[in-house]
């Protein structure tokens, strides 16, 4: 199995930045992929950012040219550069690992964007 620890959430005002970091420990050869989601409260999850294995990388239409995923291989580490933050970017992020078959996810970190 794969566990997954995020960080770097936090309070951040209107057009600040914040990078999350989620580090992934356990059957991580099996990956797939990784990614984040967020949840509002009262409101579904929706993803955020996915990278590939290889390296290919897809964004909600929401956070393109704000956001930028990445990873670092050698750290088993991905992470979510937030920029130009807004207020309705304010969600508990949650990081994910994708099998061909199963999910996996951490436990959340919280972003709030307020002034």
């Known amino acids: 199995q794969v566990q997954l620890v995020e960080s770097g959430g936090g309070l951040v005002q209107p057009g600040g930045s914040l990078r999350l970091s989620c580090a992934a420990s356990g059957s991580i050869f099996r990956l797939n992929g990784m990614g984040w989601f967020r949840q509002a409260p009262g409101k579904q999850r929706e993803l955020v950012a996915t990278?590939?294995?290889?390296?290919?990388?897809n964004y909600a239409e929401s956070v393109k040219g704000r956001f930028t995923i990445s990873r670092d291989n050698a750290k088993n580490t991905v992470y979510l550069q937030m920029d130009s933050l807004k207020p309705e970017d304010t969600a508990v992020y949650y990081c994910n690992a994708f099998t061909f078959s199963i999910d996996y996810w951490g436990q959340g970190t919280q972003v709030t964007v307020s002034s």
């Open positions: 990278i590939t294995t290889g390296g290919t990388t």
